[in-house]
């Protein structure tokens, strides 16, 4: 989605099928392992964490690169490649996706790729590639450890995600 949105098509993934390889072989490994997964959730969290920051930082460097230089654009296409990915898992599971409930996930998104932006005068080489990264991944995991959410205002969220939609 992020390709077709800043006109770099056709899309990497099918210039470079590595990609598309990598997650049919992930995809796999997962549907046989899923039981044995399960037992492991705060791992699966941090590598979530790890590729937040991963998806922000590369998506507002493709950005820059592709002469989109706007604080607005260039977190937009972050948000998007950032959580774009879990919105469409979460709604294949038909759950309500994270970033629609009490997460702070697209937040830390939005710092990360402000970072970015403002720091790419700042430093050299691909040194705000990394600052975005680790801010990125730093907030998220924070935000895992400490249970900052933003609150959800007369709703129980238990009600909403089993699926009784009536409101506290």
């Not at 044995?36 to 969290?45: E, G, P």
């Not at 977190?75 to 919105?87: D, H």
Request: hydrophobic share 50%; proline share 4%.
């Amino acid at each position: 989605m992020r390709d077709v949105i800043i006109g770099n098509t056709p899309p990497l993934t099918f210039r470079d099928p590595t990609f598309l390889v990598i997650s049919c072989a992930a995809t796999v490994a997962v549907f046989f392992s899923y039981r044995w997964l399960d037992r492991y959730q705060n791992t699966i969290q941090v590598f979530d964490a790890i590729g937040l920051g991963a998806f922000t930082a590369t998506s507002a460097n493709l950005a820059i690169m592709h002469q989109l230089d706007s604080p607005l654009i260039v977190t937009a296409i972050a948000v998007i490649t950032g959580i774009g990915g879990s919105v469409v898992r979460d709604m294949i599971v038909k759950e309500i996706p994270y970033v629609f409930r009490q997460e702070v996930y697209a937040v830390n998104v939005i710092i990360g790729a402000s970072v970015f932006y403002y720091s790419q005068g700042y430093l050299p080489g691909f040194l705000q590639l990394y600052l975005c990264f680790i801010v990125t991944t730093v907030l998220r995991l924070c935000c895992i450890k400490y249970k900052w959410h933003f609150p959800v205002l007369g709703m129980d969220l238990k009600k909403v995600v089993s699926g009784d939609r009536k409101s506290a």
